[in-house]
């Protein structure tokens, strides 16, 4: 049974890998042949909005799924009703545009940011009488990785954000001060069962996810996630995957976007979890049963883009779980963005640690360092088994703060490569 996959990215490929001991195959549309997946399956190669490829990628699969959300939906739509596809395409247009998004949390009673449409320098002024300042000011679509935001706490920059971004359809959502984020991650089957995994607590900085720790306990923030969660994936008659971001916010959760498909911060449930989100995704969209979410222990993923770890982060992110040692897991893949997992001994108990930011920024900081590259070769001898590459001389490690208010005034000071943490806007 062949399951087609549209992009092949990081996620289509551990999609592949982790169905193939399903007894399933692959074929994937993207349009090179060296991406991440097409070192584990064939590829059709084109744009997504080839409708050609599409049907023969229809075609030759059971059933069609996606590993990103920015494709074609008309193209996709343009299939017909015969071709299954699994998310379904309304969760899929939902979530292409920031405010259906918004739209459907307020729907199902979960509670969102508030927000305006903004598509007029006229409107953005009434936005920011509406939803005060500070606030943020987003495109709506085809946003990723905080790409296409910008941070807003005066009329002045609201005015400066507008002439960069304006010109397409925009969002402008308060600021939250959150405490810390979340993100919750289940699947529904074909038949209507669901799972749910434990929470992920998420940090990002300048909008792209470094680190997350899972399972993160907070029960009644757990029963809160889920509940909204359920009440999405029932909404759609779900089938697969799907992600919720939240904002911890005064004890509270405050949904700021979700995604429908398998998710960066759900990475960890590969060796975390008794079934990974993978192969729940897929048992999902083939209504097979869903495998138990619980997870095996605890587990940190730490986004490390375009370079391989320092040894330094183990001990960090120790530290942040709260055992004593911890080995560094991994998979050298093909990819820009290498991930590993940190599982404490088997004898240990977990507990939880210091997972301040303080504490878990020298973890992540070989994650800024490194060229993002969005796609690298498996041949790339560095990237086998965890040899570490040589390291380029270090010039001092950028501001960590995402939010930094002195960055742009140039008053944000890099850190020593000698100090042992960074050291920003003091
Ligand atoms: N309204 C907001 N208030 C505070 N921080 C925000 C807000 N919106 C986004 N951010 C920060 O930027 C990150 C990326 O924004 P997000 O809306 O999730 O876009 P993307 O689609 O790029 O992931 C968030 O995870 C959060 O850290
Ligand atoms: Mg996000």
């Known amino acids: ?4 996959i549209i992009g092949g990215g990081q996620l289509g490929r551990m999609m592949a890998l982790a169905g193939y001991p399903l007894g399933l195959d692959f074929l994937f549309l993207d349009r090179s042949n060296d991406t991440p997946a097409a070192a584990v399956a064939p590829t059709l190669v084109g744009e997504f909005t080839d ?7 229809a075609r030759r699969s059971e059933v069609l799924t996606f590993d990103w959300e920015n494709i074609s939906l008309e193209s996709v739509q343009a299939l017909g009703r015969r071709t299954r596809v699994a998310p379904p395409l309304a969760a899929l247009a939902m979530s292409q545009d920031r405010i259906s998004e918004k739209k459907l949390f307020e729907k199902l009673g979960i509670p969102t940011t508030r ?3 903004v598509d007029s320098a006229a409107a953005l002024s009434r936005a920011l009488r509406r939803v ?3 606030g943020v000011l987003k495109t709506r679509r085809l946003g990723y990785d905080g790409k296409g935001q910008a941070v807003v706490r005066s009329a002045e920059e609201a005015a400066a954000a507008w002439s960069r971004l304006g010109g397409v359809p925009l969002i402008y959502e308060e600021f939250v001060p959150f405490d810390y984020e979340v993100s919750i991650i289940g699947a529904r089957s074909r038949h209507g069962e ?3 995994y434990p929470l992920n607590r998420n940090l990002h900085r ?8 899972a399972p993160w306990s907070a029960p009644t923030l757990q029963r809160a996630a889920a509940r909204h969660l359920r009440r999405v994936l029932e909404h759609f008659r779900y089938e697969g995957v799907l992600n919720i971001e939240f904002f911890v916010h005064r004890g509270r959760l405050l949904a700021n976007e979700t995604a429908p498909r398998v998710h960066n911060s759900g990475h960890w449930t590969i060796e975390g979890a008794a079934t990974s989100q993978f192969e729940n995704h897929l048992r999902a969209i083939l209504g097979l049963p869903l495998g138990a979410t619980r997870a095996r222990g605890h587990a940190a993923m730490i986004n490390l883009i375009g370079e391989m770890p320092r040894a330094s982060s183990g001990s960090a992110i120790a530290n942040c779980i709260g055992t004593t040692t911890a080995r560094l897991r991994g998979r050298s893949a093909s990819l820009g963005t290498s991930r ?5 001994p088997a004898n240990e108990t977990p507990r939880r640690g210091d997972c301040s930011p303080r504490s878990i920024r020298p973890a992540c900081a070989s994650g800024v360092r490194g060229r993002a590259s969005p796609y690298r070769r498996p041949s790339d001898p560095r990237r086998a088994g965890w040899v570490a590459p040589r390291q380029p001389a270090r010039s001092g490690l950028p501001c960590h703060r995402s939010q930094c208010h002195r960055r742009a005034s140039g008053h944000c000071r890099p850190c020593s490569p000698s100090s042992a943490r960074p050291v920003h806007c003091r």
Not at 340 to 344: E, G, H, L, M
């Open 1 to 4: 049974m062949t399951v087609g």
């Open 115 to 117: 927000y305006a449409a």
């Open 194 to 196: 669901v799972a749910i």
């Open 51 to 57: 409708r050609r490829l599409l049907r023969e990628l």
């Open 206 to 213: 300048d909008g792209i996810l470094r680190l997350t720790l």
């Open 340 to 344: 590993c997992w940190v599982k404490p």
């Open 132 to 134: 005060g300042l500070p």
